[in-house]
């Protein structure tokens, strides 16, 4: 990562008291994805160590992961593959329950996004405790796809989201 980028990071990436509860920091992108400059690199930061590699399919995940996987998957010339919260998708799902602080989430996937050896990078912008980022994994490799990486704008570090990662090639534009 380039001392660029991580710059950008810091500077257009804010943080959020209480939100959205009490004792928790929000880390707010929007004014990264504002300014036309750090959003365009950011997009490449992520897009560039993987420039040549054979990658089918970038994977998306809601909401925020669209904005970064999308323009990913188009300089890599991957499709796009959006991984929704449960109910979001109109035709068969393949669903990957995971656990928060609180009860437990789900994201899904059309049953069909992922011919089976399909060559996946998975792309978020905040690996947080890494129960999204597992979930994803978990349901790319039940397609039959093969999953070549994860990579995310910022990782909270001290939430140890990385732990539940081992096994996956985790790639963060920068470390809080």
């Known amino acids: 990562m380039s001392t660029d980028v991580s710059t950008l990071i810091d500077r257009y990436v804010r943080d ?9 920091v929000f880390k707010d992108i929007t ?10 690199t950011a997009i490449d930061a992520l897009a560039e160590p993987l420039l040549g590699s054979e990658i ?12 970064f996987a999308a323009p990913v998957a188009v300089r890599l010339g991957a499709g796009f593959v ?21 009860g437990t989430a789900t994201v899904e ?3 069909d996004a992922v011919p089976p050896g399909s060559r996946v990078l998975i792309v978020d912008d905040v690996l947080a405790t890494g129960g999204t980022g597992r979930a994803a994994v978990d349901l790319i490799r039940r397609a039959g796809g093969t999953v070549v990486g994860l990579s995310v704008l910022l990782e909270l570090g001290f939430l ?14 920068a470390t809080v």
């Not at 089918?56 to 904005?67: M, Q, S």
């Not at 959006?82 to 609180?102: I, M, N, V, W």
């Open 16 to 24: 959020i008291p209480d939100y959205p509860q009490p004792g928790v």
């Open 31 to 40: 004014p990264l994805l504002s300014h036309p400059t750090a959003l365009r």
């Open 56 to 67: 089918d399919l970038v994977a998306g995940l809601e909401a925020r992961g669209f904005i």
């Open 82 to 102: 959006p991984l929704r919260k449960a109910g979001k998708l109109p035709a068969e799902t393949l669903a990957e329950s995971y656990d928060l602080e609180y």
């Open 109 to 111: 996937m059309h049953a």
């Open 160 to 173: 140890k989201g990385r732990e539940k990662l081992a096994d996956v090639e985790l790639r963060a534009l």
